[in-house]
């Protein structure tokens, strides 16, 4: 378990894109003036979108381009150092395309969280609104979980469903997603602040005083006991 030791919670983001899930953690952050900060949100990619919005938002941000090296261990050490100058708590991948060597991921033990968009271990990999549809599966979701050497695969923080309609073509079912997405991902972040997600002896994820973790097509959590 990370010890906050009073400390505001230090995160740095990692994205690759238009970053919609870093945007509404930031938001989230400042809006309830939760006890985190965002240190820096990199990428590798020079024009991800997400990037300017953090730049206008006066965040620190960075570009880590990955084509410039010639192995994924090159990257990764250089990714490395620029997310170590923050000494972060956490490091929050959201939408971040890289697949990260087992020596990144060992690095960052019990300190690196992944956002995947399907309820694993259902669904690893790409494409995965497709991949739900193609299946035929009633229902969808997300996961929020640690991350571990296997890709899209680790201890579970949290998981959201939405319903799988007939009419659904894949953009349609990950827009629906999106929404739960932003909304687990927030609340992953304030437990996260609150220094209340430990892992147990089997590697199962446990939130101190949240006796389920499973968000609804709403965004609300299931027997939520009082918290959002
Ligand atoms: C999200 O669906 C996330 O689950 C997946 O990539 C997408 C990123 O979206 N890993 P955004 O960049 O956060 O808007």
Redesign the pocket.
Known sequence: MVNLQNDACRLVIL?????????TIVDTIVRESLPAQVCAVISNRADAA?LDWAAGRGLTTHVVPHRVFDSRQEFDAALAEVIDQYQPHYVL?????RVLTPGFVERYEGRLI????SLLPSFPGLHTHQQALVDGVQWHG?TVHFVTAKLDHGPIVAQGIVPVLASDEPDAL?AR??NV?HRMYAQVVRWLAQGRVSLDENQIVRVEGVPTRAFLPDGSLLNPSGEE
């Open positions: 994205i690759s894109g238009r970053g919609s899930n870093m945007q997400g991948l959201a939408g971040f395309m992944n956002i995947h968009p997300c990950s997603l999106l997405e």
